[in-house]
C-alpha cells in the first residue's frame, strides 16, 4: 500500500517559516520525482516544487528564495523549508509522488500564515 504522509504544518506568524517532511512508503522511492503542490481556499491546486531522485529541482516563481525542496532518498522523506512566509501562502500542502502512470498524493497539511 503507497503511503505519502505529510507533516510540519500549523499557523505561523508572517515573515515566520515552516518545515514540512513527507514520509513515502510502499513505492522504490528512487524511482519517482516528488514535489509539493498546495491548494488555497477557492483556488486551484498548484505546484510548489519538485525534485527528481537525482536532485534536479523546479519551483514556482512565488517560490523562488524563499522555499527549498530536498529529499532523503534513503530514509523515503521528502522536505519543504519554507522561509519568509506571507499569508498569501496559506493554503493546503500537498506532496506527491510520480513515477511513469503512477501519481500518487498525500492527504495534505495545512499552512496558515497570519498574525
Known amino acids: 500500500q503507497v503511503q505519502l504522509v505529510e507533516s510540519g504544518g500549523g499557523l505561523v506568524q508572517p515573515g515566520g517559516s515552516l518545515r514540512l517532511s513527507c514520509a513515502v512508503s510502499?513505492?522504490?522511492?528512487?524511482?519517482?520525482?516528488t514535489g509539493w503542490y498546495r491548494q488555497a481556499p477557492g483556488k486551484q491546486r498548484e505546484l510548489v516544487a519538485t525534485?527528481?531522485?537525482?536532485?534536479?529541482?523546479k519551483y514556482a516563481d512565488f517560490a523562488k528564495g524563499r522555499f527549498t525542496i530536498s529529499r532523503d532518498n534513503a530514509k523515503n522523506l521528502v522536505y519543504l523549508q519554507m522561509n519568509s512566509l506571507k499569508p498569501e501562502d496559506t493554503a493546503v500542502y500537498y506532496c506527491?509522488?510520480?513515477?511513469?502512470?503512477?501519481?500518487?498524493w498525500g492527504q495534505g497539511t495545512q499552512v496558515t500564515v497570519s498574525s
Open positions: 506527491n509522488a510520480l513515477g511513469g502512470s503512477h501519481d500518487y
Open positions: 510502499g513505492i522504490i522511492f528512487r524511482f519517482y520525482a
Open positions: 525534485i527528481t531522485s537525482g536532485g534536479i529541482t
